[in-house]
């Protein structure tokens, strides 16, 4: 009998991890929580209304085009999409819970699924650095502007700018563009010297990133045709506006991404477009039970298996190294987890090497650096969903002389509301100082992976390792 | 370092002791291993309940706590000023009810013993009932408003405390162990040992709660404590549909009963933070803190079955944590018999954090030879009750 891979995330990991455990013979169930496949990389119009500029407007669009197909020509292969994961048991078997149907639809089909082995490849989310005025209409983390510009062909502005760190913004800047809007300029929260130091140490070594020089190559190339000013060393430190945003203020930063006095100036925009990073997806390998590491993503061998035995992690969650490290890390977990030989992973163990040098690079050119605390006030929102100002976390945390998070979260309600610190997770950990008493304690730590209604979870039939197994 | 008490835990009950003890003139150091308010009472609802409680000690504990509280967090805003979170007192009452025929005539009789006890009890009819609650499953047989029932936000009540013990002059050293005893020659217990040294004390208080029975053993003694693990789930934000403490009569059963099979009863309930907390689970399962669904699912089953307009209501959150369950269901307050100089304040169950002040009363009054506000003898280590689960002398 086939072994049977569960695969959770159908972005390029995901796809990759389905495909490879296919051809290593398993029969695979491929989840995503979207209503496609590709994930946020390779976000995309709904197929009623298909557009032949995908391929101009994606990047690898002819690799998606093949790995959707073969997903779908491959019996061996069964797709579940808009099955969202709400929850992962490890009291028997890892058993992951998914409800299937639309987005915040009452009744969607639960469903309790195991295998002989899971890959999880749930990607990553961007995240955004709090502002003064971030919380004005107008302003959007990149990512969301770049869904709605790649998912639906809606700019979200006229006269927008970019700002944040990371090779992540240039893409963005494009997306904005090929949707209409005008991208005023692009601002990297790095320095020059920082930039160099990460993208030019040991350059021969980025030629084995097959594509992602050519790919920046491609947004550098753009960018000049279009003209868009792109700045090392500088943010919107602020974004103001009656009621929605109509100037973003850009200032200089330092090493440290301190702003630097004296150098700020006005820009006139409708939209402000921020990311700074990316934050791994980790609540369902930490529900499984995966090990993360000091840097906070998912720990795995060579063969992508995490600390659980018979759990693969593939892609962001293992650390943010982009589409070719994705790819490859994704091939290697769902081949392995089909039981495949490793020896024919030689050439895909070489490429993972190139790929998580350019990971090193990036985090090394454009990881959060302490000093862009200096642009917040005491009431800049950190939690926006709870409306929390810096002021109130930082002398709660002094009243209660607390350095715990889970007593802050609960004396400040910072990330306790709907996106459960997706969002402020992080940046609330930073601000405060705050160490997560556990890695199990962590703002990644989320049992409830998504939200249920109550009448769904009421509904749910009794399982056979439910409730009664006390010891 | 030396203090006239080294307190084990700065959980709600450690730093109402500390608070209790330093206010009474006397050095205090608390220990946490973790860090404080981060465990049982960062896991819990924030209850301050008379109404689960048939006659008896635990039920005069409640009755002094619930008397007591106003004042205690009153005294606590008033010391910590407007920039302290606040604890979120709320004495909302809480509405029991019953959702059977069979269960009708337990509730108003149970009722009816409680109000004999000196609880304040009020019978109502389904159209009361509805009157307090309009959201509530009309489907009901009894119900009984409870006045006194309140919340607390427990996480800040526990920060409240302790900040307020430090300003008393505690010291709270959390990340620190208490590995083991320090002894004299006569080997009477004379302070603690931690990793950063030796700390001198005239008497050492374990209110480790359900881990109290690791921290006695680490100095040498035990008490019978064990714990019962329960769930709560969180919805979203939404305008606020229930107005008391609401919950179905079973809950009774549950928190009285010492069987380990899992038991739901459901208690609904707003916060000030514009969700609704729904709880609560018990099961024996020792420190296994992993996840189950059926869990969640009943609990789920039972909210809808008393608020059936919560079907559509979005749960963002689920946590659990450890309550600290005595095999007689009573806290332990008071000196340990077999081993002068150590003292326990554990036992509470799911009723520590309304139960904190007075048994930090309780304590501190036996500890310093003052006047008590109850009669301690139930809440002793020594009680029959608990003779059989207790090891013997050194």
């Given at each position: 009998m086939s072994v049977s891979v569960l695969v959770i995330g159908a972005g390029p990991a995901g796809l990759s991890a389905a495909v490879a455990a296919a051809d290593a013979g398993a029969m695979v169930t491929l989840l995503d929580a979207g209503d496609g496949l590709g994930g946020q990389y390779w976000r995309h119009l709904p197929p009623e209304r298909s557009s032949v500029r995908e391929a101009r407007l994606h990047h690898g669009w002819p690799l998606f085009e093949r790995l959707r197909e073969r997903v779908a020509a491959d019996e061996a292969i069964t797709v579940l999409t808009e099955a969202q994961v709400w929850a992962v048991e490890t009291t028997g078997a890892v058993t992951v819970r998914v409800l299937v149907g639309p987005a915040d639809a009452a009744g969607r089909e639960p469903l309790a699924l195991a295998a002989d082995a899971i890959v999880f490849a749930t990607g990553a989310h961007d995240r955004t650095l709090p502002f003064p005025g971030w919380n004005l209409p107008g302003?959007?983390?990149?990512?969301?502007?770049?869904?709605?510009?790649?998912?639906?062909?809606?700019?979200?502005?006229?006269?927008?700018?970019?700002?944040?760190?990371?090779?992540?913004?240039?893409?963005?800047?494009?997306?904005?563009?090929?949707?209409?809007?005008?991208?005023?300029?692009?601002?990297?929260?790095?320095?020059?010297?920082?930039?160099?130091?990460?993208?030019?140490?040991?350059?021969?070594?980025?030629?084995?990133?097959?594509?992602?020089?050519?790919?920046?190559?491609?947004?550098?190339?753009?960018?000049?045709?279009?003209?868009?000013?792109?700045?090392?060393?500088?943010?919107?430190?602020?974004?103001?506006?009656?009621?929605?945003?109509?100037?973003?203020?850009?200032?200089?930063?330092?090493?440290?991404?301190?702003?630097?006095?004296?150098?700020?100036?006005?820009?006139?925009?409708?939209?402000?477009?921020?990311?700074?990073?990316?934050?791994?997806?980790?609540?369902?390998?930490?529900?499984?039970?995966?090990?993360?590491?000091?840097?906070?993503?998912?720990?795995?061998?060579?063969?992508?298996?995490?600390?659980?035995?018979?759990?693969?992690?593939?892609?962001?969650?293992?650390?943010?190294?982009?589409?070719?490290?994705?790819?490859?890390?994704?091939?290697?977990?769902?081949?392995?987890?089909?039981?495949?030989?490793?020896?024919?992973?030689?050439?895909?163990?070489?490429?993972?090497?190139?790929?998580?040098?350019?990971?090193?690079?990036?985090?090394?050119?454009?990881?959060?650096?302490?000093?862009?605390?200096?642009?917040?006030?005491?009431?800049?929102?950190?939690?926006?969903?709870?409306?929390?100002?810096?002021?109130?976390?930082?002398?709660?945390?002094?009243?209660?002389?607390?350095?715990?998070?889970?007593?802050?979260?609960?004396?400040?309600?910072?990330?306790?509301?709907?996106?459960?610190?997706?969002?402020?997770?992080?940046?609330?950990?930073?601000?405060?100082?705050?160490?997560?008493?556990?890695?199990?304690?962590?703002?990644?730590?989320?049992?409830?992976?998504?939200?249920?209604?109550?009448?769904?979870l009421a509904g749910l039939a009794t399982t056979p390792h439910g409730g009664k197994d006390t010891q | 370092m030396n203090a006239d008490v080294v307190v084990i835990g700065a959980g709600i009950v450690g730093a109402a002791c500390a608070r209790a003890l330093a206010r009474a003139g006397l050095s205090v150091v608390v220990l946490e291993r973790g860090a404080a308010a981060g465990a049982t009472s960062a896991r819990g609802e924030g209850n301050l309940l008379v109404s689960d409680k048939a006659p008896g000690p635990e039920l005069d504990l409640a009755l002094h706590a619930s008397a007591d509280w106003p004042r205690l967090a009153a005294e606590l805003a008033d010391e910590l000023g407007a920039a302290f979170p606040s604890v979120e007192y709320q004495r909302k009452g809480g509405v029991v009810v019953a959702l059977t025929e069979a269960g009708a005539e337990p509730l108003r009789a149970f009722a009816n013993g409680q109000a004999a006890a000196g609880v304040a009890v009020e019978h109502l009819d389904a159209a009361a009932a509805l009157a307090f609650e309009p959201d509530l499953n009309p489907a009901l047989t009894a119900a009984v408003h409870y006045p006194q029932d309140a919340q607390l936000q427990p996480v800040v009540a526990a920060e409240a405390l302790l900040a307020s013990a430090r300003l008393a002059g505690a010291t709270v050293l959390t990340g620190t162990e208490a590995l083991g005893a320090v002894r004299d020659r006569a080997g009477r217990l004379v302070g603690v040992r931690t990793r950063a040294g030796d700390i001198g004390a005239g008497a050492v208080l374990v209110a480790a709660g359900p881990w109290s029975g690791d921290a006695a053993a680490a100095l040498g003694a035990d008490v019978p404590v064990r714990p019962r693990r329960g769930m709560v789930l969180v919805t979203a934000r939404m305008a606020q549909r229930v107005r008391h403490k609401v919950y179905d009569g079973d809950y009774f059963g549950a928190t009285q009963s010492a069987a380990a099979d899992l038991q739901t009863s459901s208690v609904v309930e707003s916060t000030p933070g514009r969700t609704v907390l729904i709880g609560s689970s018990r099961e024996q399962i020792g420190f296994d803190d992993r996840l189950r669904v059926e869990v969640l699912a009943q609990i789920a089953r039972r909210a809808v079955r008393l608020f059936p307009f919560l079907a559509d209501t979005p749960v963002i959150r689920a946590y659990g944590g450890f309550r600290p369950y005595m095999p007689d269901h009573l806290p332990v307050v008071g000196p340990d018999h077999r081993h002068p100089g150590l003292w326990h304040a554990t036992g509470h169950e799911g009723a520590g954090i309304g139960l904190a002040g007075v048994t930090a009363s309780l304590l501190c009054a036996q500890l310093t030879g003052t006047e008590p506000p109850l009669d301690p003898a139930p809440f002793q280590l020594a009680r029959p009750s608990l003779a059989a689960h207790l090891g013997g002398t050194p």
């Open positions: 302003t959007f983390s990149a990512g969301a502007a770049q869904a709605l510009a790649k998912g639906e062909r809606i700019a979200v502005g006229r006269r927008a700018v970019v700002a944040g760190a990371g090779p992540f913004l240039l893409p963005v800047a494009r997306s904005l563009t090929d949707a209409g809007a005008e991208v005023l300029g692009v601002y990297e929260a790095a320095r020059p010297l920082h930039a160099a130091k990460g993208w030019l140490a040991r350059p021969h070594r980025l030629l084995g990133a097959a594509r992602k020089g050519p790919e920046l190559a491609g947004y550098l190339g753009h960018h000049l045709r279009r003209r868009i000013p792109y700045r090392l060393g500088a943010a919107v430190v602020e974004a103001r506006g009656e009621g929605r945003v109509e100037e973003a203020v850009i200032a200089r930063l330092d090493a440290d991404w301190a702003p630097v006095p004296g150098t700020e100036r006005t820009v006139a925009v409708d939209a402000v477009c921020v990311s700074h990073g990316f934050t791994p997806r980790l609540e369902l390998p930490i529900a499984a039970g995966c090990r993360t590491g000091p840097d906070r993503f998912v720990l795995v061998d060579a063969d992508q298996r995490t600390s659980v035995p018979g759990v693969y992690a593939a892609g962001e969650i293992t650390g943010i190294g982009g589409v070719d490290a994705a790819l490859v890390e994704g091939r290697i977990a769902g081949h392995r987890a089909a039981g495949g030989d490793r020896s024919a992973l030689r050439a895909d163990l070489r490429r993972r090497r190139a790929a998580d040098d350019v990971a090193r690079r990036i985090e090394a050119a454009h990881g959060v650096r302490p000093g862009w605390r200096a642009w917040l006030r005491d009431d800049t929102v950190v939690c926006r969903c709870e409306e929390v100002p810096y002021g109130r976390l930082r002398d709660t945390a002094a009243a209660t002389a607390q350095d715990s998070l889970r007593s802050l979260k609960l004396t400040t309600r910072a990330g306790l509301g709907i996106c459960q610190a997706r969002m402020c997770g992080r940046t609330v950990e930073e601000l405060t100082g705050a160490a997560p008493a556990s890695a199990a304690d962590t703002s990644d730590q989320r049992p409830l992976a998504a939200p249920i209604r109550l009448g769904d | -």
